[in-house]
């Protein structure tokens, strides 16, 4: 699915001390204002901002990333992605954890999607995250499913493809694709992966992320 620069009005604010990142996000067109902050600040004014970048080196600074996720849909854009990392990131209830190493295609479409809504976290994070409950929660968008499109979700986040849910279901594999292709309309997702981030996102993680320390800042706009 080609990714769609037309449908996303607000801006990302790119918090990156180097500006690496934030060279790597301007070089990925994505259609949309960024601005950027060198470090921790109040941030005491986010009106036109969709979404928070956060860049992270080496380990992320939960603390920042705890200050924007209560106010703003955030995400990690990491430099050397780690899969702890990547579950902090989740169970503190942020938007995604993106590698910067991404081609610049696919680093838009996680940017943007996480502009529209989309969790941009992997499939395989998902899958391992879901293995841990023995019972999915439903809830938001998760609630208007039909019970047998919670049976497919539940099984696409698990990691089952199309052959997979047909065989635990017992039905034929062109019906299972039609219930995918079902599910996904009525969740409004592009795809499998995003299902999936819906299902997982809407289950509260307990989890008590590391604490780190960083500089104060100053403001630059693309």
Known sequence: MGTSRTDVTRGVLVV???GITFGILRSANLGVALWRVTGRTRFPDLAGIG???VAAYDRPDWTLVAQLV???PTVIIASAPDDEHAAHALAMGASGYVPSTLAPDALARAILGALRGEPAFSRRLLADRLRLIAKPQFSGRTLSLTPRQREVVTLIARGAADKE???TLGITTATAQKHVTNLLKRLNVPNRAAAAA???SSTTWSAQPPVSMVNI???QAS
């Open 16 to 18: 990156d001390a180097s």
């Open 51 to 53: 979404l928070a970048a």
């Open 70 to 72: 209560d106010r703003v």
């Open 165 to 167: 849910i047909a065989r």
């Open 198 to 200: 819906v299902l997982v």
């Open 217 to 219: 800042p100053t403001a």
